[in-house]
């Protein structure tokens, strides 16, 4: 079984029917960083997964359900630096969920 992030994207890019340059042109970036997202080679920002979910047009809770995505490698900015961690998917899918809400409270 295949634990990565990366693999779960890239099999949800196939399924919508992208190739990795249109994936990197809707991101504004280079297709070989791109390729390194799927590759789990680029740590992605929480940011960057959510612009990868509205692209693919599935909710974030859809790819971090994945059989196959155990935990996630991010790097979280919050102002006072920059904190990279692996988290367990359940702990990082609610963490996610709270800021959604409270973001679309305001």
């Known amino acids: 079984m ?7 994207i890239r099999k949800y890019r ?3 029917g992208f190739t990795q340059q249109q994936m ?3 991101l504004g970036m280079a297709v070989s960083n791109y390729n390194k997202i799927e590759n789990n080679k680029l ?15 599935i909710n974030i809770n859809v790819l971090l359900d994945e059989d196959n995505v155990q935990s996630v490698q991010l790097t979280v900015n919050d102002n006072k630096g920059v904190v990279t961690g692996n988290y367990n998917t ?4 609610e963490k996610l ?3 959604i ?3 679309n409270k305001n």
Do not use: P, S
């Open 90 to 93: 359940n702990y990082f899918t």
């Open 14 to 16: 196939e399924l919508k």
């Open 97 to 99: 969920n709270d800021i």
């Open 43 to 57: 740590e992605l920002t929480v940011v960057r997964m959510m612009e990868i979910v509205k692209i693919l047009k």
């Open 24 to 26: 990197a042109d809707f």
């Open 2 to 8: 295949n634990t990565d992030l990366g693999f779960a």
């Open 101 to 103: 809400n409270l973001k």
